[in-house]
Nanobody
C-alpha cells in the first residue's frame, strides 16, 4: 500500500515558477513509476510528466517540454515537478500517481495508476 502526498501548489503570475513535490511512502518504491497529472475545470485529466523507478526513464507531454522538469530523489522518496515559464493554461489541479513497473510513456498516456494523491492546486493568473 502506497501513500502519496502532493505539495507546492499556489497562485503564480504568468512566466513564474513553482516546484511541486510528491512525497511517497510504502514498500518497494523503486519499482514504481511516478507520474504527474492535471485536471483543469471542464477538461479531461492529462498526463504531464512521468518518471520511471529503477530505469529512471522520463516522459513529458509536448505542451510542457522545455518548461517542466520531473525529477526523483530516491533517498527522500520524493518526486518533483519543476514548472517554469508558467502559462494561464497550466492552471489545474495537479495530482501524482504511482504505477507498478509501468512504462513512463504508457503511464502518462493511460494512467491505470495504482495509487493517487489528493492533489495540489496550481493557478496561473496576473
Amino acid at each position: 500500500q502506497l501513500h502519496l502526498v502532493e505539495s507546492g501548489g499556489g497562485l503564480v503570475q504568468p512566466g513564474g515558477s513553482l516546484r511541486l513535490s510528491c512525497a511517497v511512502s510504502g514498500p518497494s518504491l523503486e519499482y514504481y513509476t511516478i507520474g504527474w497529472f492535471r485536471r483543469a475545470p471542464e477538461k479531461e485529466r492529462e498526463g504531464v510528466s512521468c518518471i520511471g523507478g529503477r530505469d529512471g526513464g522520463e516522459f513529458s507531454v509536448n505542451s510542457v517540454k522545455g518548461r517542466f522538469t520531473i525529477s526523483r530523489d530516491n533517498a527522500k522518496n520524493t518526486v518533483y515537478l519543476q514548472m517554469n515559464n508558467l502559462k494561464p493554461e497550466d492552471t489545474a489541479m495537479y495530482y501524482c500517481a504511482a504505477g507498478f513497473m509501468r512504462n513512463v510513456q504508457s503511464m502518462c498516456e493511460d494512467p491505470l495508476g495504482d495509487y493517487w494523491g489528493q492533489g495540489t492546486q496550481v493557478t496561473v493568473a496576473s
